[in-house]
């Protein structure tokens, strides 16, 4: 199975309910496609917090992720109003959750994603090796993940595509967890101790200026029984 995911962006006239909205027709198209074995999407459906401690992006995205065996291109995707890029990427699931809700319904908790580039002056090995066994852990012991969903970009399938090399999806149990710094870094005592070594870790492998964290949910539109034990 190959899994490839596509990045469309609202338009800047476009509400949050309009942007939704027409994700979902776009979904149903997608539902069309022979080869697809499963198919998930995260999707900013309302503004973040005016006030936080992580610089999350105020703009509306999507987030198509499909597994098939081809992992060909849709043309459904890459043809709609926002599209910013098709990739196809390596997953890895350092810490996953166990479904117990079906397909269409909204994921419980909330969810971070997060797209951005390798730090220029670093080799690209470096880039996956400080990533995966430094910042990786570090995440899963400051943050109260529950599930945390790491793709590495491997291929750009579309020339017109944003350079992109990582895509992550952190999912918190509950909103207040992704939200609320003392949840989410940790009491009084360690907080600040904790966000900068988060940040740190985060400059030593990754171009900051380059980082997109969006608060998303997360839709299960379609799995196979291979995509759910998977998780």
Not at 37 to 42: D, E, F, H, M, R
Not at 108 to 134: A, D, E, V
Not at 184 to 194: A, K, V, Y
Request: glycine share 4%.
């Amino acid at each position: 199975m190959i899994k490839t995911i596509c990045l469309i962006r609202g338009n800047p006239e476009e509400n949050y309910p309009a942007f939704s909205a027409r994700m979902r027709k776009v979904t149903r198209q997608v539902l069309t496609a022979n080869d697809l074995q499963a198919l998930s999407i995260t999707i900013t459906e309302d503004p973040p917090p005016r006030f936080s401690v992580i610089p999350f992006r105020k703009g509306k995205i999507a987030a198509f992720s499909l597994v098939s065996g081809s992992g060909k291109i849709l043309a459904d995707l890459e043809q709609e109003p926002g599209f910013s890029g098709y990739y196809q990427v390596t997953e890895a699931l350092p810490v996953s959750y166990q479904r117990n809700w079906p397909d269409g319904e909204v994921t419980p908790g909330l969810c971070m994603l997060t797209l951005f580039r390798k730090k220029r002056s670093i080799p690209y090995q470096t880039f996956l090796h400080r990533w995966h066994n430094g910042h990786t852990p570090l995440s899963l012991k400051v943050h109260p993940l529950w599930h945390y969903n790491r793709n590495v970009v491997d291929q750009v399938l579309v020339p017109r595509s944003e350079p992109i090399d990582g895509i992550v999806e952190e999912h918190v149990k509950t909103p207040s967890e992704l939200l609320n710094p003392f949840k989410f870094f940790g009491n009084p005592l360690i907080i600040l101790w904790r966000f900068l070594q988060v940040y740190r870790d985060t400059l030593s492998f990754l171009d900051y200026s380059t980082i997109e964290p969006y608060v998303v949910r997360e839709y299960w539109v379609t799995s196979s029984r291979k995509a759910q034990q998977r998780q």
